[in-house]
T-cell receptor, first 111, second 115 residues
Framework: GEDVEQSLFLSVREGDSSVINCTYTDSSSTYLYWYKQEPGAGLQLLTYIFSNMDMKQDQRLTVLLNKKDKHLSLRIADTQTGDSAIYFCAESRAGGFKTIFGAGTRLFVKA | DAGVIQSPRHEVTEMGQEVTLRCKPISGHDYLFWYRQTMMRGLELLIYFNNNVPIDDSGMPEDRFSAKMPNASFSTLKIQPSEPRDSAVYFC?????????????FGPGTRLTVT
């Protein structure tokens, strides 16, 4: 079946690194995503990784993929108060007809 | 581009009333998705369309919910009659067939409150 699981809450201090974890069940997943939802807004794609990659870095963001364990993580370096949001892990297969979203991790950044 | 447009942004209605939510996808996008977000159930896919045709409506909770896409630039989600448990934020999203990453573009959502 298709399922994406992630922890619901994470609290970090400003300037620390945040690591948000996710597991998925569909071994045929081709694309894995992190979406960000700010208060009162819709989801917006933050970053993505193809399933044939192990890591992707984009400025303060690092995505790690362990395909064997079906584990995806998002690391935010030097976390800022503006990073406070809900982060959704998601996956889709080739063709991408629909995307399966996790429940979202609410990140709190304390000043 | 204006992005995905949803209306109204907020809707408050009484139990038993009909509610219609509207969505205008990004021009050129031929996939359209309706989601519901609640604290209890997270983000749920209700239905999605491809080229105006409903492809998968298995997420529609019950017969009180219906969705249409009469043309490429407009879709509606209707709840009739509405119940308090329908209170949620409803999102519309669209994406093109190509694009490589299958990124979905979300609207700002409609916050529905049924009293």
């Amino acid at each position: 079946g298709e399922d994406v699981e992630q922890s619901l809450f994470l609290s970090v201090r400003e300037g620390d690194s945040s690591v948000i974890n996710c597991t998925y069940t569909d071994s045929s997943s081709t694309y894995l995503y992190w979406y960000k939802q700010e208060p009162g807004a819709g989801l917006q794609l933050l970053t993505y990784i193809f399933s044939n990659m192990d890591m992707k870095q984009d400025q303060r963001l690092t995505v790690l993929l362990n395909k064997k364990d079906k584990h995806l993580s998002l690391r935010i370096a030097d976390t800022q108060t503006g990073d406070s949001a809900i982060y959704f892990c998601a996956e889709s297969r080739a063709g991408g007809f629909k995307t399966i979203f996790g429940a979202g991790t609410r990140l709190f950044v304390k000043a | 581009d204006a992005g995905v447009i949803q209306s109204p942004r907020h809707e408050v209605t009484e139990m038993g009333q009909e509610v219609t939510l509207r969505c205008k996808p990004i021009s050129g996008h031929d996939y359209l998705f309706w989601y519901r977000q609640t604290m209890m159930r997270g983000l749920e896919l209700l239905i999605y369309f491809n080229n105006n045709v409903p492809i998968d409506d298995s997420g529609m909770p019950e017969d009180r919910f219906s969705a249409k896409m009469p043309n490429a630039s407009f879709s509606t989600l209707k709840i009739q009659p509405s119940e308090p448990r329908d209170s949620a934020v409803y999102f519309c999203a669209s994406r093109p067939t190509g694009g490589g990453t299958y990124e979905q573009y979300f609207g700002p959502g409609t916050r529905l409150t049924v009293t």
